[in-house]
């Protein structure tokens, strides 16, 4: 992936980074490259904001804490109350 743009940090070597930067295992000055080059370069930003969204979420997911009490039923009523309010949307919009 590349913007085009040059920078001071190649796109290639911010990527191959971008887990240990999420993870606060990189030295400062390196955090500062990286962190340079993605105030720079949206395609990079767009990378790193999707590889953390998706790390975020397995960590969430995969950890041992058991779900509450009522979770699921809550978010099955949203979903379908989401479906059904779609449904009636595009039911006027024909």
């Known amino acids: 992936m590349s913007c085009g743009e040059p920078h ?8 191959a980074k971008v887990y240990s930067y999420i ?9 500062e490259d ?3 080059h993605l105030d720079e370069c949206a395609p990079c930003l767009e990378e790193y904001g999707l590889e953390e969204a998706v790390k975020n979420l397995v960590a969430k997911h995969c950890g041992c804490d058991p779900v509450p009490e009522g979770l ?7 979903l379908e109350a989401a479906r059904a309010d779609r449904q009636i949307r595009e039911a006027h919009a024909e």
């Open 23 to 31: 993870d606060g295992e990189l030295e400062e000055e390196n955090c």
């Open 72 to 78: 699921r039923s809550k978010v099955l009523h949203r």
């Open 8 to 15: 001071h940090t190649p796109c290639s070597e911010v990527l």
């Open 34 to 36: 990286i962190r340079q």
